[in-house]
């Protein structure tokens, strides 16, 4: 059975930065599209961003296109998600997911794993 696991997530002011991990086990990891999810009390889970198996197609929401950054480093089995400028409407818990095949998508119906998620505030 695949498992993420993330980390990173915390309490940050308005303007500051936070990096979130998700840790992939197995050889599953390298076949698989990465992306980052978030969600906040009430509503459905929205995209963030996504990585394809290479790490050289990404794919980012409006909302965080210019102050996020998805990577990812096969050696250790690791995506990441730096989160720059954060502002309060950040705040949420974040998701890893993953999918087969090398199609990115912002569907969260379209990723089969998923991370028990990371709580990410952001302080005005």
């Known amino acids: 059975q695949a498992q993420l696991v993330e980390s990173g997530g915390g309490l940050v002011q308005a303007g500051g930065s936070l990096s979130l991990s998700c840790a992939a086990s197995g050889s599953f990891f390298t076949i698989h599209v990465m992306a980052w999810f978030r969600r906040t009390p009430g509503t459905v889970r929205e995209f963030v961003a996504a990585?394809?198996?290479?790490?050289?197609?990404?794919d980012y929401a409006d909302s965080v296109k210019g102050r996020f950054t998805i990577s990812r480093d096969s050696a250790k089995n690791t995506v990441y998600l730096q989160m720059n400028s954060l502002k309060p409407e950040d705040t949420a818990v974040y998701y890893c997911a993953a999918r087969w095949g090398s199609t990115l998508s912002r569907r969260p119906d379209a990723y089969a794993y998923w991370g028990q998620g990371t709580q990410v505030t952001v302080s005005s």
């Open positions: 990585i394809g198996w290479t790490g050289s197609s990404t």
